[in-house]
T-cell receptor, first 114, second 111 residues
Framework: ETGVTQTPRHLVMGMTNKKSLKCEQHLGHNAMYWYKQSAKKPLELMFV???????ENNSVPSRFSPECPNSSHLFLHLHTLQPEDSALYLC?????????????FGQGTRLTVV | AQRVTQPEKLLSVFKGAPVELKCNYS??????LFWYVQYSRQRLQLLLR??SRESIKGFTADLNKGETSFHLKKPFAQEEDSAMYYCALKDKAGGYNKLIFGAGTRLAVHP
């Protein structure tokens, strides 16, 4: 599939579980992002990666741990989450951070913490 | 602080009626604004950007720096326009670009 692909699409996990969200892009982009979309709230930027280097950690709790092994893949490792972490997690990519470029989004992972 | 405000959570209109989705922003520099759209069961995607001054699917948006607004307009709404619409501001602080989104407005176009 072209564009930005996120797996899984849905995830239910207990508060003591450890799980990972995966994002993959085959657009040749150098920048990737994690956003959190909670009900009735703006999309919140969580992490920004450029050329596999993290450039922003937007005051995100340490129970969320990102990993960018290469410019095509981005992971979000989850552990000991809270019910309020239930949300839609969106991955996005763009050509780079400096130019006026469009952000392409994945379809998201709907996370439910029980 | 950089902020995007979309005051309406839901905008409900009949087919053929004009539509205006409001967006106001707060930004200390020269703003760059976008509208993103999310149709049912589809991913969030770019609809238009202010620097392009383009009309996409009949939608236009004009940046008004005096009123710090970037409202999205369409003269005649269609049922297929029903979706979530997000206004976004490009924040260039820190030497790199990132998007700050509003909370979104759901547009419902009824037959």
């Amino acid at each position: 599939e072209t564009g930005v692909t996120q797996t899984p699409r849905h995830l239910v996990m207990g508060m003591t579980n450890k799980k990972s969200l995966k994002c993959e892009q085959h657009l040749g982009h150098n920048a990737m992002y994690w956003y959190k979309q909670s009900a009735k709230k703006p999309l919140e930027l969580m992490f920004v990666y450029s050329l596999e280097e993290r450039v922003e950690n937007n005051s995100v709790p340490s129970r969320f741990s990102p990993e960018c092994p290469n410019s095509s893949h981005l992971f979000l490792h989850l552990h000991t989450l809270q019910p309020e972490d239930s949300a839609l997690y969106l991955c996005a990519s763009s050509q780079d951070l400096a130019a006026n470029t469009e952000a392409f989004f994945g379809q998201g992972t709907r996370l439910t913490v029980v | 602080a950089q902020r995007v405000t979309q005051p309406e959570k839901l905008l409900s209109v009949f087919k053929g009626a004009p539509v205006e989705l409001k967006c106001n922003y707060s930004y200390s520099g020269s703003p760059e604004l976008f509208w993103y759209v999310q149709y049912s069961r589809q991913r969030l995607q770019l609809l238009l950007r202010h620097i392009s001054r383009e009309s996409i699917k009949g939608f236009t948006a004009d940046l008004n720096k005096g009123e710090t607004s970037f409202h999205l307009k369409k003269p005649f709404a269609q049922e297929e326009d029903s979706a979530m619409y997000y206004c976004a501001l490009k924040d260039k602080a820190g030497g790199y670009n990132k998007l700050i989104f509003g909370a979104g407005t759901r547009l419902a176009v009824h037959p």
